[in-house]
């Protein structure tokens, strides 16, 4: 047995020490006495490749081992039961199969923790965010657009917005109190599009005006922009966003920008997952219902958007466009047609979605 040393708890100096367990007790003779220590007073640290095993005692006591393999027979003769889970632990946590189980959980709950516990928070923190905080971020947003030319003045005539604005006032809104406000640009670096921003402004611009074949299209893609607002879905996706890039950020040691800020910066390049667009389409189905709209008319838009969508992919893999003059621009928007179906339900989904709902 290699050298055993033992701290008596009342200073630094090591004692050179013998060991022995005598009816599921540990006796310890160093320095001229004798110790007993109970079972339930003995705590081993974990064993390590090239560090020395301690056993800590009762009183501050312990003893240090020379040579880990007896530590490890003495933690056999001793038994203690409130060490074997412990003992298992230590035998098998730098094994290959240990730590890629640990890792496969941790893995788990992570995921576990986002796809689930993390939109739930979100919803619950969203669903109490105060009102102006929610004007300012979308004012922030709104200013900035303008500020860089992305949103322009819109160049529909007062008479073609007033009829649209007037057929917007008069939808019935249904699960929400928020005062919703029309806009009108032209934007022809986002193209045929809509938005609705969480304070409730919403945004039509002219392109989508443009190539909708009737108002009632028009009305559907505004319920559809509606449903985000009314379940929060813009300010759920920055709060998870948010919280996912504290905690790495936290992790990493710089805790980044408030949430504010994030949000202004983040609001139009946030991209709504695919059950939020599922949400806002059966938001936009009820709400059309509710004001005697058939929702095969947004069925029949989303034929036209995929139309021109595929028609734009078309173009571009037949001839290579050259940089316009305006691109410096287009880089400021983070909307382009590809974008607005980059992550919604497949359109054939949609589409069936919409008209299935028509005929019921």
């Known amino acids: 047995m290699a050298r055993i040393e033992f701290y008596d708890g009342t200073s630094a100096l090591a004692h050179e020490a013998q060991v022995s367990v005598y009816n599921g007790k540990l006796i310890i ?6 110790y007993t220590i109970e079972d339930q007073d003995i705590s081993p640290t974990l064993s390590t490749p090239n560090g020395r095993r301690f056993i800590n005692l009762s009183n501050n006591m312990a003893l240090e081992f020379h040579d880990n393999a007896d530590a490890e027979r003495l933690l056999d003769s001793l038994n203690v039961p409130h060490l074997r889970q412990m003992r298992w632990f230590d035998r098998h946590y730098r094994t290959w199969p240990f730590i890629a189980g640990a890792l496969m959980t941790f893995v788990g709950l992570v995921a576990l923790l986002y796809f689930f516990a993390l939109p739930v928070v979100a919803e619950r923190i969203a669903d109490r965010m105060p009102s102006h905080l929610l004007d300012d971020m979308s004012q922030e947003a709104l200013t900035q657009m303008e500020d860089n030319e992305t949103l322009q003045p ?3 005539s007062k008479k073609r917005q007033l009829a649209l604005l007037t057929q917007f006032n008069a939808l019935k809104k249904p ?7 029309l806009h009108f640009y032209s934007a022809p670096d986002i193209g045929p599009n809509a938005f609705a921003l969480p304070s409730g402004d919403v945004v039509l611009l002219d392109e989508l005006v443009n190539l909708t074949t009737s108002d009632d299209q028009t009305m559907g893609v505004l319920s559809h922009e509606l449903g985000h607002v009314a379940h929060r879905h813009t300010m759920r996706g920055i709060i998870q966003n948010s919280i996912v890039s ?3 950020a936290s992790w990493l040691g710089d805790y980044g920008s408030t949430l504010v800020n994030l949000g202004a910066s983040s609001l139009f390049s946030e991209k709504y997952s695919r059950d939020f667009e599922r949400d806002a389409d059966n938001y936009a189905i009820k709400m059309m219902r509710l004001n005697s709209i058939s929702p095969a008319v947004l069925a029949d838009f989303f034929v036209i958007m995929e139309q021109k969508h595929e028609t734009k ?9 050259p940089p316009s003059k305006d691109s410096s621009k287009t880089s400021k928007s983070n909307f382009n047609l590809g974008d607005l179906f980059a992550n919604h339900p497949p359109t054939t989904e949609r589409i069936d979605t919409l008209r299935k709902a028509a005929t019921q």
Do not use: E, I, W, Y
Request: proline share 4%; charged share 30%; aromatic share 8%.
């Open 313 to 321: 992919k078309t173009d571009a893999s037949s001839k290579a466009n």
């Open 154 to 156: 819109s160049k529909l």
């Open 175 to 181: 699960d929400t109190k928020v005062p919703f406000k």
């Open 29 to 34: 003779r160093a320095n001229g006495q004798a």
């Open 246 to 248: 504290f905690a790495v």
